[in-house]
C-alpha cells in the first residue's frame, strides 16, 4: 500500500479576521490545510478519470464518486530528502489552481464549492523516487468534505449552473472573523457572485498588502455585486470580498472572491432582486 498526501485546497474554511471598519471590504484569508489519505496506486488515474479521495483508482463517472482528475504532473526542483509540508503544498497546489478554471469551463470556479484537492507522495514513495502530483476537482459540503456525486464535472460550469454550486456564507465576510458556508436555500447573509473572482497577480510575485488587493478587488466586486442584484442603489446589500494571505498566495491562490452581503439575515436568492424587499 502506497501512502500518500492529500492537501485540500479550500477556501470555505474558517479564516482569520483582517480588520476591515467600512461596509466595502475584505479580509486576508490562510491557505487550505492538508489532510492524510491511504491508497493502493500501482498506477495513477487520468485526466478525466473519476476516483475516490480514499484510494488513487479509476472509477466509472457514473458511479458514485468524490474526485475528478483534471491535471498529472511530476514535482521538479525538490530535494531528494522529503520536503516539509509547505514545500510541497508550494510546489503541488499552484498548477491545480491553474488549471481548475478551464476543466470546469469557467474563471467563477473560485466562487464555488468545486474546489481543488492535490494528492503526492509521502515520505515512503518520496525514498522510492516518486514525484507525481495528481490535481482533483471536487464538491464540497458546507463542513469541507468530499461529496460523493455522479456524473463528470468536466465543462460543468459552462452555461448557466454558476448558482448550482454557488457559496453561500452565514455570516459577513467583510466583518466576521470566521465564515461558514451554508446552503443557499436556507438562511445566510453573503453570497458570492458571477464574475466575482478578481485576479491580484502570480504566486511567485511578493504577496500584496490587503491594502493594494483591496484597491485592485473594490471597483471589480462592486461592479460584479450591483450587475447580480440589478441595481446599484440597494443599501441593505453591498459588496465585500475575501482575499488570500502569504500562504495561500505563495500556494497558487491569488484572487479575490466578490460577495454580496446583505445587512441581515435572508432566505433565497439575491440574483435579479433589483429594489424588492430582501427575500424571507
Not at 497546489?93 to 481543488?116: E, F, H, K, M
Not at 463528470?152 to 457559496?167: D, E, H, P, Y
Not at 460584479?224 to 446599484?232: E, F, K, N, P, Q
Request: charged letters at 20%.
Amino acid at each position: 500500500m502506497t501512502r500518500v498526501r492529500l492537501a485540500v485546497a479550500m477556501i470555505l474554511s474558517a479564516v482569520t479576521l483582517s480588520a476591515c471598519a467600512i461596509q466595502v471590504g475584505g479580509q486576508a484569508v490562510p491557505g487550505p490545510m492538508p489532510s492524510t489519505a491511504a491508497a493502493d496506486a500501482p498506477t495513477l488515474p487520468k485526466v478525466g478519470q473519476c476516483m475516490n479521495s480514499s484510494e488513487l483508482k479509476a472509477v466509472d463517472c457514473a458511479a458514485s464518486h468524490d474526485a475528478e482528475v483534471m491535471l498529472v504532473g511530476e514535482m521538479t526542483g525538490l530535494p531528494s530528502a522529503y520536503p516539509d509540508t509547505q514545500t510541497l503544498r508550494k510546489a503541488a497546489l499552484p498548477p491545480c489552481y491553474g488549471a481548475i478554471n478551464d476543466y470546469l469551463g469557467s474563471p467563477d470556479a473560485g466562487a464555488t464549492r468545486l474546489q481543488v484537492w492535490t494528492f503526492w507522495p509521502n515520505e515512503a514513495g518520496w525514498k522510492k523516487g516518486e514525484r507525481w502530483r495528481l490535481c482533483t476537482a471536487v464538491e464540497l459540503t458546507p463542513d469541507g468534505k468530499a461529496l460523493p456525486r455522479k456524473g463528470a464535472l468536466k465543462g460543468v460550469l459552462k452555461g448557466a449552473s454558476f448558482n448550482t454550486f454557488q457559496i453561500c456564507l452565514s455570516g459577513s465576510p467583510s466583518k466576521d472573523p470566521d465564515v461558514k458556508p451554508t446552503a443557499c436555500n436556507g438562511p445566510h447573509m453573503a453570497e458570492a457572485v458571477p464574475a466575482g473572482i478578481v485576479p491580484l497577480g502570480k504566486n511567485t510575485d511578493p504577496t500584496p498588502s490587503k491594502e493594494q488587493m483591496s484597491a485592485v478587488a473594490k471597483d471589480k466586486c462592486t461592479k460584479a455585486v450591483h450587475d447580480y442584484l440589478g441595481s446599484d442603489k440597494r443599501t441593505d446589500v453591498f459588496p465585500a470580498w475575501r482575499m488570500p494571505g502569504s500562504q495561500g498566495w505563495s500556494e497558487g491562490w491569488t484572487y479575490a472572491i466578490c460577495y454580496a452581503e446583505a445587512t441581515k439575515t435572508f432566505n433565497n436568492t439575491l440574483l435579479g432582486i433589483r429594489d424588492n424587499p430582501l427575500p424571507n
